[in-house]
């Protein structure tokens, strides 16, 4: 089934002999419940490409549909309640809020959105994320694996449709990484969340199912594994 389709899109930053085209007419599709790897060299393109499917910048053209419905056809209001529900975002900086602790940061897309803290799905992934005993911690008080565990803990307590992890482990040692990457999958694989995730690791991109590769803002090869 269909989650997310991209059509011809295009991103450009200056005008004239300043002009950059960081994307250039990149269409695909997700299938729901994909394991995908974007990778390809620095300025390639990728992250770019993933803040615009996670609605947090415009294309200069294009598409990008997801369940069927255009995601920039909307009011920048929709676009936000776009961002909060239907979308998990994950970086390599934890960008967790310093004076929050665990529970308060992960709940805080579900409070912005004027809604009621599934208290249930919140164990769960306190849980699922050895984060029990740690509600109270304030991120400093917290290990780098701890913070970007919370932060996965964030983009998921809104069951989002997608989640677009950006780097995720970048900040990490290859134990936690691994970790982090076993959570995803975990994730994906019991919960049917679908996954995209940009990496410059290559261990990590051959745990996808496919691989994007993105140069010069063109995707140049997508291949499906096993």
Known sequence: MELLRVENLTKVYGKGENEVRALDGVSFTVEKGEHVAIVGPSGSGKSTLLHILGGVDRPTSGEVFLNGRSVFS????????????????????????????VRENMTLPVLLDGRKVNEERLDRLLDVLDLKGREKHLPNQLSGGQQQRVSIGRALMNQPGIVLADEPTGNLDSKNSQEIVELLKLFNREYGQTLIIITHDEHIALQAKRIMTVEDGRITRDERIG
Do not use: D, K, M, T
Not at 74 to 101: C, D, H, M, T
């Open 74 to 101: 909307g009011s920048e209001e929709q676009l936000a309640i776009f961002r909060r529900r239907e979308v998990g975002l994950i970086y390599q900086f934890y960008n967790l809020i310093p004076v929050l602790n």
